[in-house]
C-alpha cells in the first residue's frame, strides 16, 4: 500500500481554477494555525466508533519499502468514519484513483482543517453527502465509511495528522484518547541482516561470517499489538556496550518533517537510512565488539530489549 505523501502539497496537480481556490483555503489556514509543538498540546477523538471492535493494521512511522507510513491504518469494509475535532472541510475528492494515480493514490478522500491542524481520511468507500452543502464539521457528524478505493491493498482507513505550520505529518498515537486501544505485548526480532556494500544477506546468528570492514546491521523488529497486528515500533536504540551509555542508532516515530526536499524523522534521518526495505537498520560499529544490545517498544505496549552475540571472522 504506497500512499506516502512525497510531498503533501499536491495542489501542483489539480486544475488551475481549482488549484487557487485551495490555495486561498490553505494559506488562511496557515495564517492561523496554533503550532503544534508537542504531544501534550492537544487530544483528539478517533476516527473510528470505540464502542465496537476494531483492528490497527499498520502504525506510524513503519517501512512501505521506499518511503515511511505517514499514519494509523485502521482495517474494514463499512466502517463509520467520524472526525476527530471539530473543525472544516478543507478538500475532498469523489474520484477513484488508480494506483499512481493523483493525489497520492487516496481514493476517496476528505482533508480537514482544525485551526492549523489537518486530519485526513482516505480509501473512503462513501464520502457524507452533506460535506457538498457544509463546510462545517462537528464531531458527531459521519465524514464517511472506510473503503478500499484508490491505491490499498485491502478495505480499511488510512488516517493522517498533519500539523499545517511546520510541515509535520504526526505520529497520531500521542494524541488520540487512551485506553481505548491495548498493547499487551513488547517488539520482537523475527530476523537479524547485513549490507555488505549493495548485497542484503540474512544472519543466521548461530554461524559464523565474515565481515572485513564495518558493515551495518539490520533486524527486521515486529511489534503484534493486542496478537494479531503486525506493526511497526516507536522507538528503538542500539548499542554495543553493556553499559547502554551511548546508542550507536536512535529513533523515534513522533513525526516526519519535509525539508530539503526529504520527509525526515524527527532526529534527521531519511528513509535510507533507518530501513532496507522492511529491515530496520542498527547501525555499524558492532565489528570489534561482537555484541548488539538493543530496545525498542510500540507506543502503546512495553519495552523490549535484547542481546544477541555476533559470530565474526575476520
Known sequence: MKL??????????????????????????????????????FHIHWPVDTKKTFIISSTFGESRLDHFHNGLDIVGKGIGVYPVLNGRLLWKTRATFRPGDIPFGGGKTVVLDHNGLWSGYMHLLEINAKLDKTAE??????????????????????????DSVNRKMLNPL?????????NNNPP????????????????????????????PIYANIVDSGVGR?????YTFESYAD??????????????????????????GKIFEDVYYDNWLNMGSGFKKTRKIIWKAAGYLGPEARESIELNVKD
Not at 190 to 196: K, N
Open 137 to 162: 464539521v462537528n464531531v458527531e457528524e459521519p465524514i464517511g465509511k472506510s473503503g478500499d478505493t484508490g491505491h490499498s491493498g485491502g478495505a480499511h482507513l488510512h488516517f493522517f495528522i498533519y
Open 4 to 41: 506516502f505523501i512525497k510531498r503533501f502539497f499536491f495542489l501542483r496537480f489539480t486544475p488551475v481554477s481549482i488549484t487557487i481556490g485551495i490555495i486561498t483555503a490553505l494559506t488562511a489556514a496557515v495564517l492561523s494555525a496554533a503550532t503544534v509543538t508537542d504531544e501534550s498540546g
Open 188 to 215: 520482537v526480532a523475527t530476523g537479524y541482516g547485513i549490507l555488505v556494500e549493495k548485497d542484503f544477506l540474512n544472519l543466521d546468528l548461530k554461524k559464523t561470517f565474515r565481515m572485513s570492514k564495518e558493515f
Open 174 to 182: 500521542p494524541y488520540l484518547v487512551s485506553g481505548v486501544y491495548k
Open 229 to 233: 497486528e503486525k506493526w511497526g515500533i
Open 242 to 267: 553493556e553499559d547502554m551509555r551511548t546508542p550507536i542508532e536512535k529513533y523515534i516515530f513522533n513525526y516526519i518533517v519535509f525539508a530539503d526536499n526529504r520527509w525526515k524523522t524527527s532526529n
